[in-house]
């Protein structure tokens, strides 16, 4: 049954993971990845019963599944888990060997898919902001066959003519194994990669393509046959709020300033942590 309009950016984005996710599927998350990991588990419970995830949080492997929390996010990663191995065995070795499907954030992208996750400015040594780091990324970018990325707020600052530092690789001709990103995800719309050159192919609902024109900054292909996202059914939406996210981590993603302050100490008080 159609949910209508009836929710939020942070949803519809979740809902597009899950629905990307085929059944017996590894999915590898990143730290602080909680609209990541919704989506994960929404595939999960929806349609992909055998999924199963490699996190960085506690470097472990699951499948089994727990509702998402902030300060008991080891009932997910760490008492779930399969089993654990070093985080430099996961990306060096474990995940290029694996080839999952991750979603990866970046701070900066190009239209050839390159990304940046490092620092913001031309003199990487003395940057206008240094940026939280690139993990695995240089690692398991130069060798995945199925790399996603997602911005949950879409900004010529994101997408941007020339990242200013290479930290994950996209379509460059330096590759020598693997490809470039596949599939991007934004809070406006869905993007893929045509020989090698970004391309909207869906606008979420209610969104224009001139609206994702305007807040690209890079070049930007235009499908010549643009769908529509279809919106969250009621029964994914169900799930997601009342199963797999209840405290509601999955927004963390999409706020920023106060309204991100005010969020983080609302779950933690729901939790009991404060």
């Not at 024109?213 to 059914?233: F, M, N, Q, R, W």
Request: aromatic share 6%; proline share 7%.
């Amino acid at each position: 049954m159609p949910a209508g309009n009836d929710y939020t950016v942070d949803e519809i984005m979740a809902v597009c993971i899950a629905r990307r996710l085929s059944d017996e599927a590894t999915v590898a998350q990143g730290i602080a990845t909680p609209l990541v990991a919704a989506g994960y588990l929404l595939a999960k419970l929806m349609h992909a019963p055998n999924l199963r995830f490699a996190s960085a949080i506690g470097q472990g492997i699951c499948q089994d599944w727990a509702p998402l929390g902030l300060a008991r996010t080891e009932a997910l990663w760490l008492d779930k888990a399969l089993t654990t191995v070093g985080f430099i065995t996961v990306a060096a070795d474990l995940l290029p060997r694996l080839h999952p499907i991750e979603y990866l954030r970046p701070a900066q992208i190009d239209a050839q898919g390159n990304f940046n996750n490092l620092a913001i400015g031309e003199d990487y040594w003395h940057p206008r902001m240094r940026l939280p780091g690139s993990g695995g990324i240089p690692d398991v970018s130069v060798v995945y066959n199925d790399m996603h990325l997602y911005v949950p707020r879409h900004s010529r600052a994101v997408f941007v003519a020339r990242v200013d530092v290479v930290s994950g690789l996209g379509h460059s001709p330096a590759r020598r194994r693997g490809r470039g990103p596949v599939y991007l995800l934004s809070d406006l719309g869905q993007f893929d990669w045509v020989d090698g050159r970004l391309r909207l192919f869906a606008c979420h609902p209610g969104v224009t393509v001139e609206r994702v024109v305007a807040k690209t900054g890079c070049e930007l292909l235009i499908a010549s046959d643009l769908a529509e996202t279809p919106p969250p059914t009621a029964e994914e939406l169900r799930l997601l709020r009342e199963e797999i996210d209840p405290l509601g981590l999955r927004k963390l993603e999409t706020l920023g300033g106060a309204a991100r302050k005010a969020l983080l100490r609302e779950i933690l008080a729901q939790e009991g942590a404060l």
